[in-house]
Nanobody, 122 residues
Framework: QVQLVESGGGLVQAGGSLRLSCAASGRTFSNYAMGWFRQVPGKERDFVAAISWSGGKTYDADSVKGRFTISRDNAKNTVYLQMNSLKPEDTAVYYC???????????????WGQGTQVTVSS
């Protein structure tokens, strides 16, 4: 019902910034809560940030609080993750996610993107 495609990943030095984008198609985008997760090899996929369908409520993980900002533009069917003050430990594959209910840490969302690699060098 919903297809998600991430972009914007790449290689950046510690302290730098990247902006990830997630373009959605299919069922009405504005009806879905959206979020970002990340995963490194051998570890579980971790919650990063979430935003409500209206964009009025956001929540982010303690590890990125104050550095990452999630936002959405429903007119463009796109959700963003602005990442500032990047650290080597932020290196991971970042996945966009959508759920008609909500994005809750520990619960797998219904829809996933393919992921985009973010590598932070020191």
């Amino acid at each position: 019902q919903v297809q998600l495609v991430e972009s914007g990943g790449g290689l950046v030095q510690a302290g730098g910034s990247l902006r990830l984008s997630c373009a959605a198609s299919g069922r009405t985008f504005s009806n879905y809560a959206m979020g970002w997760f990340r995963q490194v090899p051998g570890k579980e996929r971790d919650f990063v940030a979430a935003i409500s369908w209206s964009g009025g409520k956001t929540y982010d993980a303690d590890s990125v609080k104050g550095r990452f900002t999630i936002s959405r533009d429903n007119a463009k069917n796109t959700v963003y993750l602005q990442m500032n003050s990047l650290k080597p430990e932020d290196t991971a594959v970042y996945y966009c996610a959508a759920d008609f209910r909500s994005i809750i840490p520990g619960r797998s969302p219904i829809h996933w993107g393919q992921g985009t690699q973010v590598t932070v060098s020191s």
